[in-house]
């Protein structure tokens, strides 16, 4: 199985800034993308940002211009770089993964998710 581990949540001022960590575990032959989800409470949870093994990212448009998202593909490592935080980013943010196993088979993994609060 893979494991995913999330890190770096926590309280923070409107216009601060956080950056989460998230590691990949596992029997991992291959990632091929791995994903940030937020959840505001009493929210559905919706995809923020995602990345490629490669480094092609995309981001929800509300926080395009102020998150950034990276990989590190050899360490099965990827960040989300959260500046000018606001209060609506406050939600449970969730680290996903998906490639290639060690038994060549797809993969699909879940962190637990990491709590994000950004005060007024």
């Known amino acids: 199985q893979v494991q995913l581990v999330e890190s770096g949540g926590g309280l923070a001022q409107a216009g601060g800034s956080l950056r989460l960590s998230c590691a990949a575990s596992g029997n991992i032959a291959r990632i091929a993308a791995m994903s940030w989800y937020q959840q505001p409470p009493g929210k559905q949870r919706e995809m923020v940002a995602t990345?490629?093994?490669?480094?092609?990212?995309s981001y929800l448009d509300s926080v395009k211009d102020r998150f950034t998202i990276s990989i590190d593909a050899m360490k099965n490592m990827v960040y989300l770089e959260m500046n000018n935080l606001k209060p609506e980013d406050t939600a449970v943010y969730y680290c996903?993964?998906?490639?290639?196993?060690?038994?060549?088979?797809?993969?699909?993994?879940w962190g637990q998710g990491t709590q994000v609060t950004v005060s007024s």
């Open positions: 990345i490629t093994s490669d480094g092609s990212a």
């Open positions: 996903n993964a998906y490639g290639i196993n060690s038994l060549s088979r797809p993969f699909r993994s």
